[in-house]
């Protein structure tokens, strides 16, 4: 049995681990497990959260990659997730991340332009967990694709699952 904690949160250790077992070995990756991490951690009390913090200050520096560039919240959240899983999760690089993401060619031409783009919107999803960045080339995270599954289980405060009509769910995640 897995003990989840405000402290094994904020080590990153479980969406580390769970992240390299979807990339790596496909086969023993756990959507369920996935799915009860993140029940867990919607249902501590926000006070448990800002105590920890507060017990434990942060005391790196903060760097440029810290700072949150966005230029639609959607792209770097739900149409993130949704490119990537829709890729297999192959891997891909800002120009394509960039690309997917403005179907309507705006920056077709521009590569500088592109590839900003995607940088700004791989890294804010980036740091809300649901990409990572490894030899090159963006993936989706179990919690992303966690994300992605959220087509079609909607994950609510009392642990109710529902599946919905229309629901998608991408490669590996497939039950």
């Given amino acids: 049995m897995i003990t989840y904690t405000v402290e094994g949160f904020f080590s990153k250790k479980f969406e580390v681990e769970s992240t390299n077992i979807l990339l790596y070995d496909p086969s023993f990756f756990s959507l ?41 919240i959607d792209d770097c959240t739900t149409n993130m997730c949704y490119i990537m ?22 920056y077709k031409d521009n590569t500088i332009a592109l590839t900003k783009y995607g940088e700004n919107q791989a890294k804010t999803a980036q ?3 649901l990409v990572t960045f490894y030899k090159d080339l963006w993936y989706l995270t179990a919690q992303g694709g966690l994300s992605v599954a959220g087509r079609c289980r909607c994950l609510t405060k009392d642990s109710n699952t529902s599946i919905e009509k229309e629901g998608y769910i991408p490669y590996s995640l497939q039950a």
Avoid: R
Avoid at 86 to 103: M, Y
């Fill in 32 to 72: 369920d497990l996935v799915e009860d991490y993140m029940n867990f951690l919607m249902n501590i009390d926000l006070k448990d959260y800002l105590q920890y913090m507060i017990q434990h200050p942060i005391q790196q520096e903060i760097t440029t990659k810290d700072i949150t560039q966005l230029s639609n």
């Fill in 85 to 106: 899983a829709s890729c297999g999760n192959k891997g891909l690089t800002l120009t394509e991340i960039a690309t997917a993401l403005h179907a309507d060619n705006n």
């Fill in 127 to 129: 740091q809300l967990g």
